[in-house]
C-alpha cells in the first residue's frame, strides 16, 4: 500500500475519533469579539498546543495583547517544501440565540435531507475547516511516521473580531511563519459535490459611526422642529452611499476596480451557477446589487457596501416620542481588485464629516482593513491541489472567486511575500455567522483525505 | 376671611402632606407603554379612587381592556359651572437607566441652583401636574366644605402608550363626562415665574414600520451585493421624508397648514423668546427645522417628522458582517393647523410602499392618531382664568402655543363637542421622557393655589 494509501485508510477508520476531537474544540464558546468570553479563546488556543504536539510538532501558545496565536511546526527542513497552513479558532457572536434549535456550543450530529451535518457555532467557520487538515496531519503522521512535506500550523483567535494583533506578531515573527507558500482553510466548495480552489477574496474596510446632535435625549413636541435629530443625519449619510443603480457613491471609489480577463470570465460562465436558486434559498428572487452584473460577477468582482447595523432611540416595545441625542451604525465595505483600503476608510471618514449638519459630531471606530487579494493560478502547486482535489472528488476542481474577504491571505502577501492556496470545504447553506451553523459530515470526511491527498501531491 | 383666602391659606398650611401624597403617587412604578407593569397601573388608579373618595368626590374605577380609568364627581348640579377636568396617571419608560442620578420611582426633593425640585419619572408630566388639581380641590373643600363649581375627574393610564382605550371609553361615557369646558394639566409656564395658558397643541400621527428582505441573516461576504439589505432601504426611505430646507416631501403633508394670525404672530414676537438659550441649554446653537421660521414657529405652528427610535443588524460590541433579516423605526409627524391625521398616515404608508424594492416587504403598527387644536381665547372662561394666573403669580399669564401633542383635547372636542383650558406648570428643563425628570417645588405649591384662584374665578 502506498503511503497515501496508508494515510486515506486511516482517516476512514477513525473517522469517529475525528469527530470527537472537533467536537471537544466546538464545545469552548471562543467568542472573540465579546470579551468576557476571552479566557475561552485561551482555552481553545491549549487546547490546539496540546493536539499538535500529540501528533509530532512542535506546538507553542504565543500569548499577544489580545486573544493568543498558537504556532507549530512538523518536520520543517532544508530541502523539503515547507506550507504555512492558516486558521482560526476563534468564533462569531451567537445572537440572535432565540433562534437557535438548539445550544450553539453543544455540537451534535444531525439528519437532514441533504445528509448528516455537524450543528454548531464555528462548526464551519472555521473550527470544522481547520480540524480537516489537522486530521489529515494527524493520519499521515500515523501510519507513515512523519508527513510529506514541512508543516507551519498558525492559528490565531481574532479573525471574527479583525485581527488587531495579527499585523504585529507576524512582522514580529517574519522567520517563524516564512515557507514556500501559504495553506488557507476557511471557503467554500463550488457546490456540495464540487471542489473548488479560491482564487480571488474581496477585501473589507469597517467603520462604526455614532453621531451625536443633542446633549440629551429630548422630548420631539418640546423640540421636534428646532432641534436637529441625529437619526435623520445618519439615515441620510447611509441613503447617500448608493446610487438608483446600485453603485457606491464615493468619490475615486472605483479607482483600481477592473473587469476580469476575458478567459475568467468565460470560466465563471460556463460554471452556469444557479443565480435564482442561489437567491431563492434566502427568500429573494431579484439580484440587488448592480445593474449589468451577474450575480457571481456582483459577489467575485464587484466591491460593495453594506450597514451591518443600526441603532437609535427608543427600540423597546410601544413607543416613546424621544429625539435622541445619539445614533450609530456599522458600515462594511467589500473590495476588489486594486482598490486601497486605507484610501476608502479616509475617503469615507472624509464624506460623513462633509455630511454633517450644524451642531453634529461624529465619532468613527475602525475594523483592520484589507485589500482584495487574487492568485497566481498558473503556479505549478495550483494545478498540483486541483488534480488532488478532482481525484478524492471524482469531479474537475473549479477555480472560483469568493465574495468574502480572508485578510489573513493580504497580510501573508504583504508581510510573508506568499500566495495562499485556499482550499475549503463550506457550502453556501452553511449558515457561518448565522443562527443554526453547521458543516455537513461528508465536508468533513472528504476534506480531511483531501488534504491527505494535496500533502502528498506537493511533496515532489 | 373670604372663601378664596381660606383655601389659598389652607394650601400653605399643608403643603408638607401635600408633598407626601404626590410622593406616594410617584412611588408608583406605572410604566403604561410596557406590559409587564400593568398591575402598577391598576395600582395607580386605585390610589387615586382612594384619595379622591377621602376628599368628597364619589369616585370609581373603570377597567378596559387596558389600563383603568377613574371618574370622580364633586357637587354637580344644574345650574352650577360643570368642569371636566382631565390628567393621566401613567409615565414614560425609564431607559435609559444608567443616566439618572438616582432610582426614578424613588422620589426626593433636591435642592439646585434654581430652587428647591421634585426629582422622580413623571415627577411633571403628569403625576405632579395633575396633583396640583387634586390638592386645589381638598384646600377648598377642607375648609369650605364644598367646591366653589362642579368638578368631574377624569384620569386615565394609557397617555404615554397611544391611549388605546380612550375613544372607546369616551364614545361610551359621553353623558359621564360631558361638562361645560375640560381643563387639562399637562403643558408648562412660559417661564419658571410667568404663568401661561395653552391656545394650540400639534397634533400627531406614528408609525412602527419593520421592512424584511432575506428570509434570513445572511453573511455580507457571501451575499452582498446581490442580497438587498434591509437597513439600506429603511435608510433611504426615511431619509427621503425631508428635503434639504429641512420640508417634509410626502404628498399634500403641508394641506391645512395655515399661518398663525398676524395678531398672534404679533404676540408671539413680543414675548421675546430666548431662542439661543433654549437651544443652547440642550447642546445645540443653530434651528434645524425649516428654514424660514423662528424657533417659535417651529414648535409651536409648524408641522414636524422625527425617527424616534431606529434599530436593525448587529448592534453589539464590535464587528459583525451580518447582512440582517430586517430593519425596523419608529416615525412620528407632529401636526398643525388642520392637517388630516388620517390622510397623512395613509400617504406616509403609501410612501413607504412605493419606495419598497423588490424582495421586501413592509409592516405598519400605528399609534394613535391626533389632529391639532386651536383654543377659543376670547371665550371668558380664559380671561378668567388669564386673570386668576395672573394674580397668583403677579405677572401678566400668557397665551402661548405648544409643541407637543396632547390627543385627549383633539377627543374632548370631537366626541364631548367641549373646548379646553390648558393650563400647566412645567418648566422647559423639567427633562420628561428623560432621565431625572423634575419639578419644581414652585410649580407644585404655586400650582395648586393657580388652580384654587382659577376654580374661584370660574364660579360666577
Redesign the interface.
Known amino acids: 500500500m502506498s503511503k497515501l494509501d496508508a494515510a486515506l485508510n486511516a482517516v476512514d477508520q477513525n473517522m469517529d475519533s475525528s469527530l470527537d476531537r472537533l467536537f471537544a474544540l466546538l464545545r469552548i464558546e471562543s467568542i472573540s469579539?465579546?470579551?468576557q468570553y476571552a479566557k475561552h479563546c485561551v482555552t481553545a488556543a491549549d487546547w490546539l498546543v496540546s493536539e499538535l504536539n500529540g501528533i509530532g510538532f512542535d506546538a507553542q501558545r504565543h500569548d499577544t495583547p489580545g486573544h493568543p496565536m498558537v504556532v507549530a511546526k512538523h518536520g520543517v527542513q532544508a530541502g523539503k517544501p515547507h506550507f504555512l497552513f492558516y486558521g482560526h479558532y476563534d468564533v462569531?457572536?451567537v445572537?440572535p440565540l432565540p433562534l437557535w434549535n438548539k445550544p450553539p456550543f453543544e455540537p451534535a450530529l444531525e439528519d437532514t435531507d441533504a445528509g448528516k451535518v455537524i450543528r454548531a457555532r464555528g462548526a464551519c467557520d472555521d473550527k470544522g475547516q481547520l480540524m480537516t487538515f489537522v486530521e489529515a496531519c494527524r493520519a499521515w503522521q500515523s501510519v507513515n511516521g512523519e508527513l510529506p512535506v514541512g508543516i507551519t500550523a498558525f492559528f490565531e483567535g481574532e479573525e471574527?473580531?479583525?485581527s488587531p494583533s495579527l499585523i504585529p506578531f507576524m512582522q514580529a515573527n517574519t522567520d517563524l511563519l516564512k515557507a514556500d507558500l501559504a495553506m488557507v482553510c476557511d471557503t467554500g466548495m463550488w457546490d456540495a459535490n464540487t471542489p473548488a480552489i479560491s482564487t480571488m477574496l474581496?477585501g473589507?474596510v469597517?467603520e462604526?459611526i455614532t453621531i451625536t446632535?443633542?446633549?440629551?435625549?429630548?422630548?420631539?413636541?418640546?423640540?421636534?422642529?428646532?432641534?436637529?435629530?441625529p437619526?435623520?443625519v445618519?439615515?441620510?449619510i447611509?441613503?447617500?452611499l448608493?446610487d438608483d443603480n446600485g453603485r457606491i457613491t464615493l468619490d475615486n471609489f472605483y479607482d483600481g476596480v477592473e473587469e476580469p480577463p476575458a478567459h475568467v470570465k468565460k470560466q465563471w460562465e460556463a460554471l452556469n451557477h444557479d443565480?435564482t436558486g442561489?437567491?431563492n434559498a434566502?427568500?429573494?428572487?431579484?439580484?440587488?446589487?448592480?445593474q449589468g452584473y451577474s450575480?457571481l460577477e456582483?459577489?467575485w468582482s464587484?466591491p460593495?457596501c453594506?450597514?451591518?447595523?443600526?441603532?437609535?432611540?427608543?427600540?423597546?416595545?410601544?413607543?416613546?416620542?424621544?429625539?435622541?441625542s445619539t445614533?450609530s451604525?456599522?458600515v462594511?465595505f467589500?473590495l476588489v481588485g486594486k482598490q486601497d483600503p486605507n484610501a476608502i476608510q479616509a475617503t469615507f471618514q472624509q464624506y460623513v464629516r462633509d455630511n454633517l449638519?450644524?451642531?453634529c459630531s461624529v465619532e468613527f471606530k475602525s475594523?483592520d482593513a484589507s485589500s482584495a487579494t487574487v492568485m497566481p493560478v498558473d503556479a505549478p502547486a495550483f494545478a498540483k491541489a486541483q488534480k488532488a482535489l478532482s481525484d478524492e472528488w471524482q469531479k474537475d476542481a473549479v477555480f472560483a472567486g469568493?465574495?468574502?474577504?480572508i485578510p489573513v491571505v493580504g497580510h501573508i502577501k504583504n508581510i510573508l511575500d506568499m500566495d495562499s492556496l485556499l482550499i475549503g470545504f463550506g457550502l453556501?447553506d452553511d449558515?457561518?455567522?448565522?443562527?443554526n451553523e453547521k458543516y455537513s459530515l461528508q465536508s468533513y470526511h472528504k476534506g480531511i483525505r483531501s488534504w491527505v491527498r494535496v500533502l502528498d501531491s506537493l511533496a515532489s
Open positions: 469579539t465579546d470579551s462569531q457572536p445572537d471574527e473580531s479583525g474581496r473589507m469597517g462604526q446632535g443633542p446633549a440629551l435625549d429630548l422630548h420631539s413636541g418640546m423640540y421636534g422642529g428646532p432641534a436637529m435629530n437619526i435623520r445618519l439615515t441620510k447611509l441613503a447617500g448608493h443565480s442561489f437567491l434566502v427568500g429573494l428572487s431579484e439580484a440587488a446589487g448592480e450575480v456582483q459577489i464587484r460593495t453594506d450597514v451591518n447595523g443600526i441603532i437609535g432611540g427608543y427600540t423597546g416595545e410601544g413607543f416613546k416620542t424621544v429625539l435622541p445614533a451604525a456599522k462594511s467589500r449638519p450644524a451642531d475594523k469568493c465574495g468574502g474577504s453556501d449558515a457561518i455567522h448565522s443562527p
